[in-house]
């Protein structure tokens, strides 16, 4: 049973609009969340990451929305540029141990010119 | 600052054939290091563990093991590889004095024919 469910595989969208990529998560004892970008061939870069005590938490054009009541955290990209076209990873952990993260299947996001 | 090499890059090999991956970690003590597998479709899968020299803990039972002879030395190998054993083999490392963010090689993919 998938913990972390990225349900949308694929992403297009305009070069200059919002991305907004969605992750659920059905453990509530996650407390720490993150998100990676991951080129082909090359290994996943973190982007940004929120705890379970804010609700959002913003760095340049990113920004990480979570709800908790929900169990929904979302990444949002304005503008969307075409270098931002990769796979992203949504991550939940707990405890601030690495052996627990669980990371969703991904969702590649394609930034069209 | 801290770096994380892993290789080779690419690997094909043949079923039956042994496994030796290796990933090293530079400008760092004592870190975790983990190895992950990234199956076509899939997200991330831990597969080994390590928070110290030979202590490994394996999270899903398989084909693989894996190694660390040395603090920032860790070995994922096989006697006899199998089909299923094909896909994207990432390394990573964090401390348990760090910010809670796993840092990855930058893979290394292998073909099993």
């Known amino acids: 049973d998938q913990q972390v469910k990225q349900n949308s595989p694929s992403l297009s969208v305009q070069e200059g609009r919002i991305s907004i990529l969605n992750c659920d998560y059905t453990n509530s004892m996650f407390d720490y969340f993150l998100w990676y970008k991951k080129y082909p061939a090359e290994g996943p870069t973190f982007l940004i990451s929120?705890?379970?005590?804010?609700d959002k938490n913003e760095d340049g054009r990113f920004t990480v929305f979570l709800n908790k009541s929900a169990k929904h955290l979302s990444l949002h990209i304005v503008p969307s540029q075409p270098g931002d076209s990769a796979v992203y990873f949504c991550a939940a952990t707990r405890d601030n141990y690495g052996q627990n993260f669980v990371f969703g299947p991904g969702t590649r996001l394609s930034v069209l010119p | 600052s801290q770096t994380i090499h892993q290789w080779p890059a690419t690997l094909v090999q043949p079923v039956g054939s042994p496994l030796s991956l290796e990933c090293t970690v530079e400008g760092t003590s004592n870190p975790n290091l983990y190895w992950y597998r990234q199956a076509a479709g899939r997200g991330l899968q831990l597969l080994f563990y390590?928070?110290?020299?030979?202590?490994i803990s394996s999270e899903v039972p398989q084909n693989l093991s894996a190694s660390r002879p040395q603090d920032r030395q860790f070995i994922l190998s096989s006697k006899k590889l199998l089909l299923s054993d094909s896909g994207f083999y990432l390394c990573?490392?964090?401390?348990?004095?760090?910010?809670?963010?796993?840092?990855f090689g930058a893979g290394s993919r292998l073909t099993v024919l």
């Open positions: 929120i705890s379970s005590i804010k």
């Open positions: 990573a490392w964090d401390s348990l004095s760090g910010a809670n963010v796993l840092t």
């Open positions: 390590s928070i110290g020299i030979g202590q």
